[in-house]
Nanobody, 115 residues
Framework: QVQVVESGGGLVQPGGSLRLSCAAS????????MGWYRQTPETQREWVAS???????RYDDSVRGRFTISRDNAKNAVYLQMDNLKFDDTALYYC?????????WGQGTQVTVSS
């Protein structure tokens, strides 16, 4: 079992910034991938960014150049720095942990971009 907990969401004006944090605990495998997804009431859960241990960050085109994903492998943590936020970034953001045996999700953290 792996538990995933996100934090850092909130309300921000367009053009502003937020930093999301995610920590995984439990049966963590050395080779794993952690990333971020988001979902609104109108859309299915969509991939935002992810990064494997020692890997290269990967981004959806909608956030590339504005969002930065990073990892602290010693803490089994992943972060998402979100800059130049837009109205369309409003969503519930989920953190995902994945390895060869399982996939675990956090409970989500709300990001609202509003003026």
């Amino acid at each position: 079992q792996v538990q995933v907990v996100e934090s850092g969401g909130g309300l921000v004006q367009p053009g502003g910034s937020l930093r999301l944090s995610c920590a995984a605990s439990g049966m963590i495998r050395n080779i794993n991938d952690m990333g971020w997804y988001r979902q609104t009431p109108e859309t299915q859960r969509e991939w935002v960014a992810s990064m494997s241990v020692g890997g290269t960050p990967r981004y959806d085109d909608s956030v590339r150049g504005r969002f930065t994903i990073s990892r602290d492998n010693a803490k089994n943590a992943v972060y998402l720095q979100m800059d130049n936020l837009k109205f369309d970034d409003t969503a519930l953001y989920y953190c995902q942990y994945m390895d060869s045996e399982l996939r675990s999700w956090g409970q989500g953290t709300q990001v609202t971009v509003s003026s």
